[in-house]
């Protein structure tokens, strides 16, 4: 089992930035790939980002490219997403994930944290 915490949500202007941070423990040694993920109201939950656990290699959504980095602390079992110039669309709950090999989807999830970006 995996257990991932997320924090740094929060409120902040459009073109502001935040940084989010998801905690993971339990048997961190089985994951393979880590991911952000968001919901925002009367949407489909959406693929942010992406990042591998031992390379580093990463993927975004089109939607973010140029303004969000993923990136991950293996001492520290921490996966971070910075994001830079925010928009309101990115208004949203912002969930981590983690998938503990190539062929399988995201089996663990976060608990969520708001993110909410004003004009």
Not at 20 to 37: D, N
């Amino acid at each position: 089992q995996v257990q991932l915490v997320e924090s740094g949500g929060g409120l902040v202007q459009a073109g502001g930035s935040l940084r989010l941070s998801c905690a993971a423990s339990g048997l961190t040694r089985s994951i393979y790939r880590m991911g952000w993920f968001r919901h925002a109201p009367k949407k489909e939950r959406e693929f942010v980002a992406a990042i591998t656990w031992s390379g580093g290699s990463t993927g975004y959504a089109d939607s973010v490219k140029g303004r969000f980095t993923a990136s991950r602390d293996n001492a520290k079992n921490m996966q971070y997403l910075q994001m830079n110039s925010l928009k309101p669309e990115d208004t949203a709950v912002y969930y981590c994930a983690a998938a503990t090999s190539v062929g399988r989807g995201y089996e663990y999830w976060g608990q969520g944290t708001q993110v909410t970006v004003s004009s």
